[in-house]
């Protein structure tokens, strides 16, 4: 398996040489030459796996550079009822017949980015170890990314991560998460600014290639492949678990912000799992939705970005939908180099009218946008009619998914974090508090270790220097 860019500058490169970079060279982003197909005898070999084994099947197929051995025994090591407290790994729950919350939150944060965060900090070790390397992450977060990610790569060999937060924006939940854990390669950095002065600064410090390469700094931010990868395993379990046979189709319901999650869907419909609809929703930042709607793809400035009670959503731009776009444009990369000088330069395109546009339906795309009422009056409705209380992310799913869904075709909502990570609005719409699952009831109790820094490209450039001995 060989991965190109979407803007086709770069010479076609195996997994592991694109598993510790970012963008591409030319600035695209790298996807696989073809999709894997997975034939009728293969989708039912799989049906009864367990998640660890089907993880190993579907992720070989992307990752043949590694030896199938090494794979197989990273899958395993990476999804164990330990971490993610539950035999299933990603149970089904189902509200009605026919209706279904894919359960994707049980890992160590209590959100989705665990699913792909966890194989990935397991990779790292595992390639960093082969070549004796040592790798610096340096993140942005403003709640889930930079929590999962440090409870993948907590007390990994040759990985440090320096995670950037807005100082005193996060949930109570979400600073308890992160800043509560005491090991000596995670370093939190509580910026005295918004989260648009955290990702400015990872920018700056990137933008000095003599210090990135000298402090040998990564990320492992919604672009990384192998993220995406690893989501592709869940549709496929969402899949079997909700159907009898194989000639069944489903729909999912994806709540969406950087296009991660969603492209992971994109990828399994594509490899052949018979997927009739890809529901995409979107929060008040409704970039997405317009383009699914009208053709139009406008990024917007930061300061149009509205802060929402589905906070992991509040995008100004979907960074993966440039995969789903070369897709799209049956894979020319300059089409794709194109639109995106525009997009790079603050402008917009638009589709609408074009042949391209017209092939969205083909590939299962539909779309809608949810707001805080809604959002209310979902999770207030699914916990009064079935006893369920679900988050607000999941919550904006469910809404545009039973919009959007088909008749007599079941619907799989993506169950994106659970409630406790959001309690002011469970509590807005619900007038009580959210459950703690066991174990993270004295998480915001527990002593907290975190540097507080001004906004200062410098200060966190000499912070980082101080601490790797690089
Ligand atoms: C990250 C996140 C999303 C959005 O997922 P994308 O892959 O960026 O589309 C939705 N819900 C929650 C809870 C998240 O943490």
């Known amino acids: 398996m060989r991965y190109v860019s979407t803007r086709g500058g770069v010479a076609p490169q195996t997994f592991t040489q694109i598993l510790l970079g970012g963008l591409c060279a030319d600035g695209g982003l790298a996807m696989p030459e073809t999709y894997p197909q997975v034939g009728a005898a293969e989708l039912a070999a799989w049906r009864n796996l367990s998640y660890a084994e089907l993880a190993y099947e579907i992720l070989h197929k992307f990752c043949d550079d590694i030896p199938a051995a090494d794979v197989k025994a990273l899958c395993a090591k990476t999804y164990t009822k330990a971490t993610f407290r539950t035999e299933a790994i990603t ?24 699913m792909a965060m966890q194989l990935l900090g397991n990779l790292f070790e595992y390639v960093l170890a082969t070549d004796g390397g040592q790798i610096n992450i340096l993140g942005a977060t403003s709640g889930d990314t930079g929590s999962s990610a440090e409870y993948a790569l907590r007390g990994k060999r040759g990985v440090n991560v320096f995670m950037l937060s807005p100082l005193g924006k996060m949930s109570a939940f979400q600073t308890a998460q992160m800043f509560s854990l005491q090991d000596a390669n995670i370093f939190n950095i509580a910026v005295r600014g918004v989260f648009d002065d955290c990702q400015d600064l990872v920018k700056a410090v990137n933008n000095d290639a003599l210090f990135k390469k000298r402090q040998r700094i990564g990320a492992v931010n919604s672009i990384n492949w192998a993220r995406v990868v690893a989501q592709v395993v869940y549709y496929f379990r969402g899949y079997f678990a909700v159907t009898g046979s194989n000639d069944e189709e489903v729909s999912f319901a994806v709540p969406s912000g950087n ?47 509205a802060q929402t009670s589905s906070p992991s959503m509040d995008i100004s731009k979907a960074s993966n939908f440039e995969r789903f776009a070369f897709d799209l444009v049956g894979r020319d990369a300059d089409m794709v180099k194109r639109l995106w000088s525009k997009v790079d330069a603050g402008g917009e395109f638009n589709l609408a009218g074009t042949p391209y546009f017209a092939n969205v339906k083909e590939y299962g795309f539909v779309s809608g946008c949810s707001t805080h009422a809604d959002r ?11 006893g369920v209380m679900i988050d607000t992310h999941t919550a904006d799913g469910l809404k545009v998914g ?14 994106t974090a659970l409630p406790v990570k959001f309690a002011q609005t469970i509590r807005e719409a619900l007038g009580r508090d959210p459950d703690y699952p066991a174990g993270c009831e004295k998480l915001e109790s527990l002593p907290q270790r975190f540097e507080v820094m001004d906004a200062d490209a410098d200060a966190v450039k000499a912070y980082i220097a101080g601490h790797t001995g690089l």
Request: glycine share 8%; aromatic share 8%; net charge positive.
């Open 402 to 415: 039973l919009e959007q869904r088909r008749p007599g075709i079941p619907l799989i909502c993506l169950e």
């Open 91 to 114: 149970p089904v729950k189902t509200l009605e017949p026919g209706l279904h919350i894919l359960e994707l939150s049980n890992g160590p944060t209590l959100a989705f980015k665990d």
């Open 376 to 386: 209310l009056a979902t999770i207030h409705r699914v916990y009064k009619e079935y």
């Open 259 to 305: 296009f991660g999650n969603i492209c992971a869907g994109h990828v399994a419909r594509m490899m052949g799992l018979p997927i009739q609809r890809l529901i995409l929703a979107t929060n008040e930042n409704n970039v997405l939705d317009e383009f699914f709607r009208s053709g139009r793809y406008r990024v917007r400035p930061s300061g149009e970005v």
